[in-house]
């Protein structure tokens, strides 16, 4: 009882000190691939980069020491985090407060419904995501991550637009007029040394050594010259005139966001005083408000455009200052500095008496020192309400991922796993994660194989990799400073390369071609509906139920005869002669309320194909179960096949099924000595009355001659 509620208690069984040094250096090693990996992660869900570090501090830890994979590497995900961007940015400006908090509520209750989940041991349920679906959603998560980063590659700065494809454009647009070479070369060596080390060398943590190099030059050339000035240090009307707008709508948002948060409170309450009026008038303001925010968010995007498309020339002042002009309005035989200047425009007020130029790359910049604060974060039942259905598609696609990876490492290593037990480690990882200012989290595949190869006997190294995390936060965040933030971008383009896997699109439809289509539509549905990831996994998940249920519905009926091995087998498929006197009936799949008629109308079919028939078999070795439906059906077909002047009869029929028939009593109505416990006894049985008077020479269900006895 102790190890199941404290599953890491089995690790010390036998547990030596050659195992202990093998899990830290393995842990000491995930941690190092982590690190910039987990700040890279960070950003693509719209984060800080460090939030990355607080994800990857509680996490690992709570997942290895709660849940059942011994090498299974927790922490920020490439899906994960593309999913926790997609659900946030409805409600809030990506890297905002507001954005950061709703990011970390999430986590906690992706992580409250895991644990649920495996309290409740209801681990099945992520049999809802059918693999055709899972890798068509992957494959189109590949794509959409990769092409997001493409606008830190390229130095521009684009707001995302309704469709990911259109934000894309808007990338490319940019990027052919203002392309910022220095960071595109930046994130072009970290791709050349991640790439080299990796096929040459992949043993040597390919990711720690690119961030390393790109650091250290980006501190040595200076890659980040930024200057923070007075808004009157740019000589034009037209730009202060555009700041301001921008400044006016920005706060605009504010203000109405925060309206739209009391009037959520406001709902709340009016939810629990059951008082309808207020209930409506909440919802009403809260919808206007809603309208009101997508509105300035609009506005504010067109004068970002505008502002982000502008370019300076600095010009050196006698007194140390720096004076900007427009590119284009530079006044004659005045010296600038050589640089091509921008204002850094955020999702934040500009700042007028501290406005930031940068002339420069982006880096991580200023990292805060030592851990984050420890507290539950604040609910609010309105936002819980919205944020609820995303959080169910993560917590199972997070899971997905986790455990598939889990059971690929555990053929390897022979573990037994738990799904449940990993579920549970799972939501504690989430839930500790989102007291310790995480956001949503799952297992690496990249990570975890680092873990792998490294000999990691027990998860305790993934308690090493939270403590490697934890010294940094402490001791080294300054050393981070210069990280460029295209090399972030690479890293995470690098990563989710993995992810692509067109075979998986072949083997589906390999094995159904409808299961292949499902993963293609899923595919496709996912990369026209992003950033509403959420569509394209709903849009597979429909198609594989409506595919369940059609199948279900209309069960392969078989009409059997005896072919070249002597087996009997399916007439159609294999082209095999029939009896023309005992037709061999197989029905594939419980005998239910959705499908019963459908056998009912295939025997009638059969019936009226076959003009000599005498007897119907119905094997029923595939009917594993049968309702009240079911039953009155086989009642009915009886009365009907007989009242034709056919005999009918069962074989096959398992336990289950026979306790049903017999609760009904009809047994007695087929008659016991029409029930056979084989096909081969029922052909056996009736074969020579539904022969007699026949002109048959051979029967093709065994083979024997037969002559009239007229």
């Not at 954005?99 to 099945?124: E, K, S, T």
């Not at 406005?355 to 974060?377: D, E, R």
Request: aromatic share 10%; with cysteine.
């Amino acid at each position: 009882m102790l190890t199941k509620i404290f599953p890491f208690l089995k690790w010390f069984r036998n547990y030596r000190f050659d195992d202990f040094k093998v899990d830290s250096i393995a842990g000491l090693t995930v941690a190092l691939v982590l690190i910039p990996q987990s700040m890279a992660y960070a950003q693509l869900a719209g984060l800080p980069p460090y939030y990355g570090l607080y994800a990857s501090f509680l996490p690992p830890m709570m997942a290895a020491l709660f849940g059942s994979s011994r090498q299974l590497a927790t922490g920020p995900v490439a899906i994960v985090s593309l999913f926790t961007a997609a659900s946030l940015e409805p409600l809030a400006t990506a890297g905002s407060e507001g954005y950061i908090a709703y990011a970390i509520l999430m986590a906690l209750m992706v992580g409250a419904f895991q644990f649920a989940l495996g309290i409740l041991r209801l681990g099945l349920v992520i049999n809802f995501l059918s693999h055709p679906v899972v890798n068509g959603f992957t494959n189109a998560g590949a794509l959409i991550i990769a092409s997001s980063q493409l606008s830190k590659i390229f130095g521009v700065y684009v707001d995302n637009a309704e469709h990911h494809y259109e934000t894309i454009l808007q990338v490319v647009q940019s990027a052919i007029h203002y392309t910022h070479w220095p960071t595109f070369f930046m994130g072009a060596l970290a791709f050349a040394i991640m790439y080299v080390l990796k096929w040459f060398s992949p043993r040597i943590p390919n990711v720690l050594v690119a961030v390393a190099v790109t650091t250290l030059i980006s501190w040595g050339l200076g890659f980040e010259h930024n200057r923070t000035v007075p808004i009157t240090a740019i000589h034009s009307s037209e730009v202060l005139t555009l700041v301001k707008s921008f400044n006016a709508t920005v706060k605009k948002i504010d203000s109405a966001a925060k309206q739209r948060n009391e009037t959520y409170e406001a709902l709340e309450k009016a939810n629990k005083e059951h008082n309808i009026i207020q209930l409506f008038d909440a919802e009403r303001a809260a919808n206007i408000l809603t309208m009101n925010i997508s509105e300035f968010k609009h506005e504010v995007r067109e004068y970002k455009d505008e502002i982000r498309g502008l370019l300076f020339r600095g010009v050196p002042q006698p007194d140390g200052s720096m004076a900007f002009y427009r590119k284009d309005q530079l006044p004659e035989g005045v010296n600038h500095d050589g640089r091509i200047w921008r204002i850094r425009v955020g999702n934040n007020v500009i700042r007028e008496d501290g406005l930031v130029m940068t002339g420069g790359g982006a880096v991580v910049g200023v990292i805060p020192k030592g851990l984050p604060s420890l507290t539950v974060p604040k609910i609010n039942m309105g936002v819980l309400g919205y944020l609820f259905p995303y959080a169910v598609i993560i917590s199972l696609v997070g899971f997905m991922e986790a455990i598939s990876i889990a059971k690929a490492m555990a053929a390897k290593t022979g573990q037994r796993l738990d799904p449940n037990q990993e579920l549970i480690g799972q939501g504690l990882a989430n839930i500790f994660g989102a007291i310790g200012k995480s956001y949503p989290t799952s297992g690496s595949f990249s990570r975890s194989a680092v873990n792998l190869q490294n000999g990691a006997v027990s998860g305790l190294s993934s308690v090493f990799t939270s403590l490697a995390v934890v010294i940094v936060l402490l001791f080294f965040t300054p050393l981070l400073y210069h990280l460029p933030q295209s090399v972030l971008a690479a890293v995470i383009m690098m990563a989710v390369i993995g992810l692509v896997n067109v075979s998986g699109f072949v083997h589906a439809w390999k094995a159904q071609w409808y299961d292949g289509a499902i993963s293609i539509i899923s595919f496709v549905g996912t990369l026209w509906f992003a950033p509403h990831l959420d569509k394209g996994i709903i849009i597979g998940v429909a198609l594989s139920l409506i595919v369940f249920l059609y199948k279900s519905m209309r069960p392969t009926v078989a009409s059997l005869s005896r072919a070249d091995d002597e087996a009997l087998r399916c007439a159609e498929t294999h082209g095999l002669k029939e009896c023309p006197y005992i037709s061999m009936v197989r029905f594939d799949g419980p005998l239910f309320f959705a499908n019963a008629s459908y056998l009912e109308d295939k025997v009638m079919e059969i019936m009226r194909s076959k003009e000599k028939l005498k007897h119907i078999v119905l094997v029923s070795n595939g009917i594993n179960d049968i309702d009240a439906s079911g039953e009155e059906t086989l009642s009915l077909l009886v009365d009907r096949v007989r009242s034709a002047g056919v005999d009918i009869s069962l074989s096959g029929v398992n336990e289950a099924v026979m306790m049903v028939l017999k609760r009904t009593h009809f047994p007695e109505k087929l008659g016991e000595d029409h029930i056979y416990p084989t096909m081969e006894k029922a052909i056996q049985s009736v074969h020579h009355e539904a022969h007699r008077l026949g002109d048959e020479r051979e029967c093709p269900l065994i083979r024997q001659c037969y002559f009239s006895e007229a």
